[in-house]
């Protein structure tokens, strides 16, 4: 614990950003700093928002004089004093992990003393070493050596591994139909595909014949031609139509496809388009992303393909024991590649130190981000910061223990150690009482949220918070043992079984899932879970559903979707509808808002509609959206805000100067319902607009589902990228809540309590049991233990991480796997539980 003397205590005076209400506060430099509070009590407002807000304008303003202008209204903390505050560097959660091209290496920076090491000291063949290819000597340059630069990638894949096409047998799905009769299933409707079928009839097709009646040639040249021939149709129309030719372009299906993914606005149109795609092993580069003069280049006697592939903890030892051999060398008689290896090797190593020292040698370096858990990629930012040997900075951490199994919170306090040692301070935004047990001050906000929070409950040492009976922090910090449940709670209904699974790590498994219950499925970070559940079951049950609820899908998961082989399935004809929720964004842009995405903002829309002042000046529901140029505010285009580009710097956002952040026009907002315009509404809380629309049934139904489970907080008009992912993973959920149905429904979620309080989580575990109490089955991906606790049922998986995972530890109750002597989890379970584990 540092000096608790004045001179080294930070001071804020006067905050009040957001829900803030004028606090004042202090906190000690050079110690481990937790903010705590429910969800939505302004901790986070107070860490990130004014904290490192207010460090942050410092450092920006003095960067140069002429940005000053734009900076000051891009960031403004609301604080009226912060003082003591050394220089920060944050780590948020993100909503997106990256997409095809982001991967182990490139999110910690590795890939760059990788790529230099096999330019500056591989072997070259001696085909390849010609002037041709840039730098001294001939050699490949480091770009070469990426699958990102133009160089560098693979020309036929672009450089990410597969090949996409649209596929006959998803583009006709049925070959019996006649295309008059919708044989072509991707085409679009409306206007544009009866023009497609027109052309056709133009060109002399048989459109009445059965598609697989027609010649290969025809079929090939209407789904996979370039041809774009503008054709003069005389169409037969009804007599009360317009009749006349027309000029019309023929696109082939395959390039409709192409050139809606590619070119679209609309998420739903690309997910569309995407449905009709398969993808293909790249044969060109065989899946390794690069070009063939950059694989054929070795280092260590591996080409660089086969060197990322490696586990980071071999990778570790390779390089390790290259440097050692070097080391036992005389310098002196380097020639340009042995100096090239003695700088490089030391900046490789130092980043895979901190990787493996955070847990995380199981991965390779080509792992895509996308396949990563919550928990892995954040320890692999992390990692990223470990490496920089930082001092005298505060850092400001936004949930760390999120997707960490307990067994690994270990490693995060051993970070904090680390970093405390160096001369830093470690601020936490923390809902793990594990880990804000073990903090040197505690800062807890509340006493609730949104309006009812703001506050600073207590600020001082973890031993005086007992004391505050206010405090909802407090009862968690010192809560009564688990009760770990011994019985399902209902009898399952039946199983769902899976034989020889084999997708990413997990090889041959068998597993059951059962049916009419909620199961908790968990083990380490990286112990296949999410694969399990979100990968495999998602995969196979949403491929045999009629009525599916999921995220859209990506090119990622076309790829994903031909890695799943099982060999067996039963038990799926009693699932009759998929709800597959992950932590996916709600939206990408910030058009996409908690109320629209519920869709309670059309019933909204329609009743400002139907005021009489709405009337009297003809307006329908659309003036009343922030997405049509009838009611948004032209300068921001109804976003609320603009971006402020910054000379050298990321561009930051400030309010819109006319909306001032309120999204429409003005003469929108002259239209009141019940005192209330519609920016106000927007404005609004959950809690909040609970009792604005108390009288409005469907509103209200909708806010419920909400609240329930403890998203009161949020206010209606948050931006979906803004919301951290287990937010956009409950808004998914109360999306659904809403709906009511006897179809048997399976849900599937991927740590759902992620960056809940534990009260919060309460609120969620209780709506979750309340599904399986409506006849539903839930199967949810959890490190929470007071979630595992009180499962009907618990697929432990493990035994460690990656290659060393990916089988079943346990299937069983609560109760029984805190006494398997072989599980993790259950060792954890009966530590919070009290009990006492056998021999």
Not at 36 to 41: A, D, E, L, P, R
Not at 175 to 203: C, H, Q, Y
Not at 717 to 738: M, P, Y
Request: hydrophobic share 40%; aromatic share 6%.
């Amino acid at each position: 614990m540092p000096d608790h003397s004045h001179a080294n205590f930070v001071q804020i005076v006067d905050a009040k950003l957001h829900n803030l209400k004028n606090i004042s506060v202090q906190f000690p430099r050079g110690a481990v700093v937790a903010f705590t509070g429910v969800s939505g009590s302004g901790k986070s407002s107070l860490a990130f928002g004014t904290i490192h807000g207010e460090a942050q304008r410092r450092y920006l303003e003095s960067v140069a004089p002429f940005a000053r202008r734009l900076i000051g209204s891009a960031v403004d903390p609301q604080v009226e004093i912060v003082d003591g505050m050394p220089p920060t560097v944050a780590l948020e959660q993100r909503t997106s992990a990256g997409g095809a091209r982001s991967d182990v290496g490139t999110i910690t920076a590795l890939s760059n003393s990788i790529r230099l090491l096999f330019s500056r000291a591989g072997v070259h063949p001696d085909e390849i070493l010609d002037d041709a290819h840039g730098i001294a000597g001939g050699r490949l340059t480091a770009g070469h050596f990426s699958p990102y630069t133009a160089e560098g990638m693979c020309p036929d894949c672009q450089g990410v591994g597969k090949q996409f096409d649209p596929a006959e047998e998803l583009m006709v799905p049925d070959p019996n139909m006649s295309i008059l009769d919708g044989a072509i299933a991707a085409w679009p409707g409306a206007w544009l595909g009866k023009n497609f079928r027109e052309i056709l009839e133009t060109v002399g097709v048989d459109t009445t014949a059965p598609w697989h009646s027609l010649d290969k040639t025809t079929r090939d040249w209407i789904l996979y031609t370039d041809e774009t021939p503008v054709i003069t149709v005389v169409p037969i129309r009804e007599a009360w139509r317009t009749q006349g030719p027309y000029e019309g372009q023929w696109e082939s299906v395959a390039r409709y496809l192409r050139r809606t993914v590619a070119t679209t606005k609309s998420d739903t149109n690309r997910a569309r388009a995407l449905s009709f795609f398969t993808s293909r092993t790249c044969p060109t580069c065989d899946g390794h992303r690069l070009n063939a003069a950059a694989l054929q280049v070795r280092y260590l006697d591996s080409s660089i393909w086969q060197l990322t592939h490696r586990s980071l903890a071999s990778l570790l030892e390779v390089l390790q024991n290259r440097h050692r051999a070097l080391a036992e060398s005389d310098a002196r008689d380097d020639g340009p590649v042995l100096g090239a290896e003695r700088i490089l090797l030391p900046a490789a190593i130092s980043v895979l130190d901190a990787v493996n020292g955070l847990g995380l040698g199981h991965l390779s370096m080509d792992r895509a981000a996308n396949t990563l858990s919550t928990g892995e990629l954040q320890r692999l930012r992390l990692a990223s910061q470990v490496r920089e040997g930082l001092f005298g900075v505060a850092y400001v951490l936004d949930e760390p223990s999120a997707g960490l199994h307990p067994a690994e919170k270990h490693m995060l306090s051993k970070l904090f150690e680390r970093f405390i040692a160096e001369g830093n301070s470690v601020l936490l935004v923390e809902h793990d009482m594990s880990l804000v047990a073990k903090a040197d001050w505690i800062i807890d906000v509340g006493p609730k949220a949104g309006i009812s929070g703001g506050r600073v409950i207590y600020s001082g040492p973890i031993y005086g918070l007992a004391d505050v009976e206010e405090s909802i922090t407090a009862r968690f910090v010192n809560a009564p043992p688990l009760q770990l449940k011994d019985t399902p709670s209902r009898e399952a209904t039946g199983k769902l079984q899976l034989e020889g699974v084999n997708a990413r790590t997990i090889e041959d498994l068998d597993v059951d899932f059962p049916l009419g219950q909620l199961t908790a499925v968990s083990g380490v970070s990286g112990s296949g879970k999410s694969t399990l559940v979100t990968h495999v079951l998602g995969t196979i049950v949403g491929n045999s559903v009629s009525t599916t609820v999921s995220d859209e899908p990506t090119n990622d998961d076309a790829a994903d979707a031909d890695d799943v082989k099982v060999r067996a399935v039963t038990g799926l004809e009693h699932i009759q509808r998929l709800v597959h929720i992950t932590q996916r964004p709600i939206g990408r842009t910030p058009r996409s808002v908690v109320a629209t995405y519920t869709g309670l903002f059309d019933r909204v829309r329609r009743i400002f509609a139907a005021t009489d002042e709405a009337k009297q000046r003809g307006w329908g529901i659309g003036r009343f959206s922030f997405n049509v140029t009838d009611g948004r505010c032209p300068e921001c285009s109804g976003l609320g805000q603009i971006e402020v580009e910054l000379l050298f710097l990321p561009g930051s956002y400030a309010s819109g100067p006319v909306c001032h952040g309120q999204r429409f026009k003005s003469e929108i907002l002259e239209v009141t319902w019940n005192g209330h315009t519609v920016a106000d509404i927007l404005g609004l809380s959950v809690h909040e607009a609970k009792h604005v629309f108390a009288e409005e049934a469907t509103i209200l139904r909708a806010l419920e589902a909400l609240d329930a489970i403890g998203l009161g907080y949020i206010t209606l008009g948050q931006r979906a990228t803004e919301l951290s992912g287990g937010e956009a993973q409950r808004i998914k959920l109360a999306t659904e809540l809403q709906r009511i149905t006897t179809k048997h429904t399976l849900y599937l979620l991927d740590e759902p309590s992620s960056g809940l309080h534990p009260a919060d989580v309460a609120l969620l575990n209780a709506q979750l049991h309340r599904l399986v109490d409506h006849g539903h089955t839930v199967i949810v991906v959890e490190h929470d233990q007071s979630v595992i606790a009180t499962a009907d049922h618990v697929i432990d998986m493990g035994p460690g991480a990656g290659e060393s995972g990916g089988q079943v530890i346990a299937a069983t109750t609560p109760a029984e796997l805190s006494q398997d002597q072989n599980s993790t989890t259950g060792r954890y379970l009966a530590l919070e539980s009290d009990v006492t584990r056998g021999h």
